[in-house]
Structures are given as C-alpha cells and as structure tokens.
C-alpha cells in the first residue's frame, strides 16, 4: 500500500476557491491512478476526479466538471484538486486515492490505498 497524506480544507464562502494536496510517492503519482474522492454526512462516498499521470487522462464527476481540477507533479509526488466556485453541496470530507489495477475510476473499491481526508465546509 502507499501512504496518502492530504492537506489544503478548510473553511470557505461559497464562490471562493480551495487547493486540496495528497502527498503521496513518484512512482504512485506516475504508474497508477490517482482521485479524489469525498463522503458528506450521511451520505456515500462518491468520486470527485482522477487522473493516470502516464497516459494523460483526467476524469471528473459530473457535479464538479468545469469547476475543479486535478493535476499530478511526478516530480514531487504529490496530486493536487483544485476547486473554485465552491458551493455548500460541495461541503464533505475529501479523501486522496490510489489504485494499481483501476478499471473503472469512480469505483471506491478499485482503490487500494486511502488517506485520512481533510475536511472541506462552504458556507452559504
């Protein structure tokens, strides 16, 4: 397994933007799928964004397309989820993933790695 470290929530206005970082290893961030992932109050935990740094694929939960972006730097390790024209739905807690073997990118269980989130709230 690797270790997931995620940083960046915090307490925001809806409208304002927020930065979300998972730090986690070279060889994750370049050879396997990395995504973002969030669980609200008692709700499931549904996909945010993915990214497979090799082949230069993006993948995006339709609620967030247009607003957020995912991006990897190889170099640090590290996955990034940039988020703008925050909303309250967008209110949960933010989970970094990874996966080694991922066939479809918004399923949960295809991952094998998790961090410990970060919480995100946006005040209306």
């Known amino acids: 397994q690797v270790q997931l470290v995620e940083s960046g929530g915090g307490l925001v206005q809806a409208g304002a933007s927020l930065r979300l970082s998972c730090g986690a290893s070279?060889?994750?961030?370049?050879?396997?799928?990395m995504a973002w992932f969030r669980q609200a109050p008692g709700k499931d935990r549904e996909f945010v964004a993915a990214?497979?740094?090799?082949?230069?694929?993006?993948y995006y939960a339709d609620s967030v397309k247009g607003r957020f972006t995912i991006s990897g730097d190889h170099a640090k390790g590290t996955v990034d989820l940039e988020m703008n024209r925050l909303k309250p739905d967008d209110t949960a807690v933010y989970y970094c993933a990874q996966g080694d073997l991922v066939i479809a990118e918004t399923a949960a269980s295809h991952y094998d790695s998790w961090g410990q989130g970060t919480q995100v709230t946006v005040s209306s």
């Open positions: 990214i497979r740094w090799l082949t230069n694929k993006f």
């Open positions: 070279k060889y994750a961030v370049e050879r396997s799928t």
